[in-house]
């Protein structure tokens, strides 16, 4: 599956809250809604969804943006201007967590998991630096068990036909949560690469030194070794949705944005 085209005009905002750059109170902020065209989908499959870093809370409610999301893209499905969510998976890449006090921390996200799922087709993803899933190890398991629930960390999932490989967290210190060290990371992304995924998930991803663009300079290093590959990531925000690797490998960065991808 490619992107032919990513359009410049934004066809939706869902308004939210975050914590101010400058450390001192909230701001607002407006997430955009993108549409995308690809050259296919499987049939059956009218769209794929995909987000992340949805580091915000929702101004009305005081519920995590996340929640919002789910419910703004149900209403423009009511409305016609994206396809039926029931025809419509989506791909959450990862940090779906914020407080508005103070940037960063930790926190539960299942509920919003669970949104999403309630809503689309099918749901995957894979966990962020920010994201946890229960206070035990067998809430994290019963998370993953949990119907409709294609949680990606080192495995290969089949949606509608479709191979998608993830790899949750990000590359750091392995003694916190979601790190991996370097090894470990590359080793898992070239076990992945070899099984041939159309889509891979990834929180953190590469990066674009002559685009000026944030990511991991050696998970580049190893992307650009696979074929005919779409990469979804967050974690580091983009000024472009998307850049072009060597050997028709595309990186779409969905942080703080929604694209729908839609068959042209």
């Known amino acids: ?117 309630q809503r689309f087709r099918w749901t995957a993803g894979v966990g962020g630096n920010h994201d946890s899933f229960g206070r035990t190890q067998q809430e994290f398991r019963a998370f993953q068990d949990a119907k409709g629930i294609n ?14 490989a993830g790899i949750s967290g990000i590359i750091g210190k392995s003694t916190k949560p979601f790190r991996r060290s370097e090894k470990d990371f590359r080793k898992l992304l070239v076990q992945l690469l070899d099984r041939s995924p159309d889509i891979f998930v990834l929180h953190e991803g590469p990066n674009d030194v002559e685009a000026k663009l944030m990511g991991n300079e050696s998970i580049r290093a190893e992307l650009v070794k696979g074929n005919d590959l779409l990469v979804i990531c967050g974690h580091s925000h983009w000024k472009v949705p998307m850049i072009a690797l060597s050997k028709g490998i595309q990186v779409l960065n969905v942080d703080t944005r929604v694209v729908v991808m839609v068959a042209e």
């Open 1 to 117: 599956m490619q992107i032919l085209s990513i359009s410049d005009q934004v066809i939706h905002h869902i308004p939210f809250i975050t914590h101010s750059p400058n450390g001192v109170g909230v701001v607002n902020k407006a997430l955009p809604v993108l549409l995308a065209h690809v050259d296919s989908l499987p049939d059956g499959l009218e769209a794929i969804v995909a987000t992340s870093d949805l580091q915000g809370i929702d101004r009305e409610n005081q519920r995590l943006l996340g929640h919002l999301v789910s419910e703004e893209l149900d209403k423009l499905a009511d409305l016609g201007r994206i396809p039926s969510l029931k025809s419509t998976g989506i791909i959450l890449a990862g940090d779906f967590y914020a407080k508005v006090d103070k940037r960063g921390g930790v926190g539960d996200v299942r509920d919003v998991w669970q949104a999403f799922r």
């Open 151 to 164: 949680y990606l960390d080192g495995n290969i999932t089949c949606l509608d036909g479709l191979r998608i």
